[in-house]
């Protein structure tokens, strides 16, 4: 386990959130997962959840506010320096604010936008509140990648807004990069397969950490989720992708033989 105090560099996925109509449900259902400790704001915060392991932050979990149709979805923040100046370059690229900028007490400030391929994400300038503050253990965020509907333009939005780099992963069978901050990895970028569905949109996904990923698939299926595939290896680790009891997706990974266990890490 591997505590962060510091804030993260620009163009990190930093926080990630849900928000769906039934908060209770999904804080009894990440809470039996993950061992989550959710500690819920007053009515000046929407009555936000905080999740937390060792007391540091890890994700959110919120209430959806009455009267918006937004679909129940795990948002990835990415972290800014100036949430204004950035929120100009998405318009500036093609991409469009979905939530304008707005400040959140003194916590940060924070907006919501889209790629031009549709893919949502936030935008998380930090005050206090820093982002996730707990890595490489069971129940913390592992990581963050978009999969889009047109990977030249996403390729092209997220490079000129964030000023990415990219470690192409492609084959004959997928299209896929790593997304690099300084030579750093922070995320991913890939091409939706002619396979998925029409239906399914440009979107953003969270994988979080387990120490066993057929284990944790089968406690979300005890806590009333549904596994959505078979998990499989890959040299980052052992994967599988989850929905809810609300019916919101998301992946676990565990580390396997080919990943081996990164650096700091805590069952």
């Given at each position: 386990m591997v505590f962060r105090d510091e804030r993260w560099p620009d163009g990190t996925p930093?926080?990630?959130?849900?928000?769906?109509?039934?908060?209770?449900?999904?804080?009894?259902?990440?809470?039996?997962?993950?061992?989550?400790?959710?500690?819920?704001?007053?009515?000046?915060?929407?009555?936000?959840?905080?999740?937390?392991?060792?007391?540091?932050?890890?994700?959110?979990?919120?209430?959806?506010?009455?009267?918006?149709?937004?679909?129940?979805?795990?948002?990835?923040?990415?972290?800014?320096s100036d949430v204004d100046k950035t929120a100009a370059a998405i318009t500036e690229a093609g991409g469009q604010i979905v939530m304008p900028v707005m400040e959140v007490m003194q916590e940060g400030r924070m907006a919501v936008a889209a790629d031009p391929?549709?893919?949502?994400?936030?935008?998380?300038?930090?005050?206090?509140?820093?982002?996730?503050?707990?890595t490489a253990t069971p129940g913390a965020p592992a990581w963050n990648e978009c999969m889009s509907r047109d990977y030249p333009?996403?390729?092209?939005?997220?490079?000129q807004v964030f000023g990415y780099g990219f470690q192409d992963l492609s084959n004959d069978e997928f299209t896929y990069a790593v997304l690099l901050v300084d030579g750093r990895p922070v995320g991913g970028l890939g091409g939706l397969p002619e396979s998925v569905p029409a239906e399914v949109p440009s979107h953003w996904s969270t994988y979080?950490?387990?120490?066993?990923?057929?284990?944790?698939a089968a406690k979300a299926a005890e806590l009333g989720g549904r596994v959505l595939d078979e998990p499989s290896d890959s040299p980052y680790g052992r994967q599988?992708?989850?929905?809810?009891?609300?019916?919101?997706?998301?992946?676990?990974?565990?580390?396997?033989?080919?990943?081996?266990?990164?650096?700091?890490?805590e069952d």
């Open positions: 930093s926080w990630v959130d849900l928000m769906v109509p039934d908060q209770a449900k999904a804080v009894a259902f990440y809470s039996g997962l993950f061992g989550w400790d959710v500690q819920t704001g007053g009515e000046e915060t929407g009555f936000y959840g905080m999740a937390q392991l060792r007391g540091r932050p890890v994700a959110g979990i919120g209430q959806t506010p009455p009267g918006q149709d937004v679909p129940p979805v795990w948002t990835t923040y990415l972290s800014v391929a549709g893919g949502v994400f936030g935008l998380w300038e930090p005050g206090n509140h820093l982002g996730t503050q707990v333009a996403a390729k092209a939005f997220y490079e979080f950490w387990a120490a066993d990923a057929e284990a944790a599988v992708r989850l929905a809810d009891d609300q019916g919101v997706t998301f992946l676990v990974i565990a580390p396997n033989e080919q990943s081996g266990k990164p650096e700091g890490w």
